[in-house]
C-alpha cells in the first residue's frame, strides 16, 4: 500500500489518501492537524492493512481448499 499525505498548513488541516498497489484508492479524507487527527489517520491506515491482510488470507486458504 502506498499512502500520500499533504499538508496544507495555512488552513491547519491534513489531507490524506491511500492507495492500494495497483493504484485504487481505499482511503481518503481531510482532518484538523491535531493529535486526534493524525490518530484517524493511523486508524485508517491500519484498518486498509488488516483488510488486505484478510484478502491475502482468504485467498491462500481457497487455495489450499482448491476453491
Known amino acids: 500500500m502506498n499512502l500520500n499525505v ?9 489531507d ?5 498497489s495497483n493504484k485504487q484508492v481505499c482511503f481518503q479524507g481531510e482532518v484538523i492537524n491535531t493529535p486526534k487527527g493524525a490518530g484517524h489517520i493511523r486508524d485508517e491506515i491500519l484498518d486498509s492493512f488488516l483488510d ?6 482468504v485467498d491462500i486458504i481457497n487455495k489450499l481448499n482448491g476453491i
Open 6 to 14: 499533504g499538508i496544507d498548513v495555512s488552513k491547519l488541516k491534513l
Open 16 to 20: 490524506y489518501c491511500g492507495m492500494d
Open 52 to 57: 488486505e491482510v484478510e484478502e491475502f488470507l
